[in-house]
């Protein structure tokens, strides 16, 4: 039974499950501003969990098995102070009961593989320039 309106708890709203079974909180501590060690997501909740709803149908996966994610269009998902954030990890969960979470990533200092990459170029979601930059690490 998948939920898009979520269900509200301390530590923030969860979604889910996934197509493949797996819940999805979007944390509290990624919401809030001030917080210099923190992205914050400019999205909607929804719109949130929805970019991990694609990178898990996507499998967009990692060696470490975190996911990666990004809208279509290459919309700004997040941001801190005033740097603008595109592409989203997620990290998964200590026991496979519990929830994912994930957070807005800059992509120069830390990236998806290039396969993931390869991936969102193939099915439309950046273009091949696009591509390159955030595979050799620049700024986009």
């Given amino acids: 039974m998948s939920n898009d309106k979520g269900v509200m708890t301390p530590n923030g709203i969860i979604f889910g499950p996934t197509k493949l079974g797996k819940l999805y909180l979007c944390s509290k ?4 501003e001030g917080n210099p060690h923190k992205t914050v997501w400019v999205i909607t909740h ?7 709803s694609d990178a898990d149908n996507g499998n967009w996966k990692d060696e470490k098995g975190n996911y990666w994610g990004i809208q279509k269009g290459f919309g700004i998902i997040g941001k801190q102070k005033i740097i603008k954030f ?10 496979s009961h519990e929830e994912w979470h994930g957070y807005p990533e800059l992509n ?10 390869n991936q969102w170029e ?6 091949k320039p696009l591509a390159d930059r955030i595979k050799e690490g620049k700024a986009v």
């Avoid at 501590?29 to 809030?32: I, P, Q």
């Avoid at 193939?122 to 273009?127: A, H, K, Q, S, V």
Wanted: no cysteine; proline share 5%; glycine share 6%.
């Fill in 29 to 32: 501590k990624h919401r809030m």
């Fill in 46 to 52: 929804l719109e949130e969990y929805l970019i991990f």
């Fill in 122 to 127: 193939n099915i439309g979601y950046i273009n």
């Fill in 108 to 117: 120069t200092r830390n990236r998806p593989s290039d396969a993931i990459i």
């Fill in 86 to 95: 595109h592409i989203a990890k997620f990290i998964g969960p200590q026991n």
